[in-house]
């Protein structure tokens, strides 16, 4: 059977505002859509701005974990990108929910391991959750002899872990894997913000989360991660309950088919609509191995405004 095939909206006024009618909420994708890097895309704030215009809701969804909430808000604020914190949804939230009101460490076991920045960390702090490792500078160097014999013997190791969260850590080294090694060998949940392999950014692509982090732990621990942002499910129940979403008119809007794309269609959202300025390319979703094909896709977010502001 033939795979359905993406509409492409670009250029396409009558198509876009038609797009635009039939939903009420947008979920945004950032790295790759919104910005890459510092570097905002042309026209996005006009953009989005058009679509509020249009009494649309805007949530942004980023599997980003280096920053919280209000990390994000200043980012958004410093490019001038009008946004609200209310309406930040990250992967290190997500994650910060999950551990606090579902998994519900029992003290004393109740501590994280971090391998990630301070997006984690902040939003840990928030749900009153305790955690060690990330940017705590005593991690960031190299192993002593006692490092060796105490990860051994496990004389170094806090008795009061019991969950390894793996992000997005531009600091990670062979220090901080020993010891999330370690934790999980000692039966500590294994959970991870997010997998994705690359991180487009500076209009390249860098090691992402899932390359630096989750990876390595699970092959050398052989445990596999319950990872909490884009594609999961749990982290679109999540959002679906904060905002109250009508699944059937809310579009994803992405760069990624194998988070943002397959997380709209597993998530039975209305629609979803790929833009190619981050990591997906012309085409990707006709491979054979495609996980997912989007409804409609555009060369870039700012083709949406030749919509106007008033619907068709
Ligand atoms: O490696 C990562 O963490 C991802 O590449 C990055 O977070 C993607 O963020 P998003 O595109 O979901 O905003
Ligand atoms: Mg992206």
Redesign the pocket.
């Given at each position: 059977m033939a795979k359905p095939q993406p509409k492409y909206l670009s250029g396409d006024a009558a198509a876009i505002n038609e797009f635009l009618d039939r939903f009420d909420t947008f979920l945004f994708?950032?790295?790759?859509v919104i910005w890459s890097g510092d570097h905002v895309f042309e026209r996005v704030p006009e953009t989005l701005e058009l679509i509020r215009s249009r009494g649309k809701k805007i949530i942004f969804v980023?599997?980003?974990?280096t920053k919280s909430r209000e990390q994000y808000l200043s980012k958004f604020t410093k490019l001038g990108i009008p946004a609200t914190a209310d309406e930040i949804f990250g992967s290190a939230y997500s994650s910060a929910i999950y551990i606090s009101r579902i998994l519900r460490l029992q003290p004393p076991r109740n501590k994280v391991f971090v391998i990630g920045e301070s997006g984690i960390e902040n939003e840990l702090r928030a749900e009153g959750v305790p955690f060690i490792g990330g940017t705590d500078p005593s991690f960031l160097r190299d192993m002593t002899p006692q490092d060796w014999r105490g990860i051994a013997d496990g004389s170094l190791l806090d008795p009061d872990v019991g969950c390894v969260l793996a992000g997005?850590d531009m600091h990670v080294n062979y220090l901080k894997l020993s010891h999330a090694l370690h934790y999980l060998h000692r039966g500590a949940v294994f959970l991870a913000t997010?997998t994705?392999a690359?991180?487009?950014s500076n209009g390249s692509l860098f090691p992402?989360?899932g390359s630096i982090g989750t990876a390595p732990l699970a092959y050398m621990s052989g445990k596999t991660p319950l990872a909490l942002g884009?594609p999961s499910q749990a982290m679109l129940d999540a959002v679906e309950g904060r905002f109250r979403l009508d699944r059937a008119r809310t579009c994803m809007v992405g760069?990624?088919l194998n988070?943002d794309i397959q997380f709209g269609v597993e998530g039975g959202l209305g629609g979803t609509l790929a833009v190619l300025t981050g990591v997906c390319k012309l085409g990707d979703w006709e491979k054979e191995d495609a996980p997912a094909v989007p409804g409609f896709y555009v060369d870039k977010l700012s083709d949406l405004l030749v919509a106007g502001s008033s619907s068709g």
């Open positions: 994708d950032c790295d790759g980023t599997n980003n974990s997005l997010n994705d690359t991180f487009p992402g989360a884009k760069d990624r988070t």
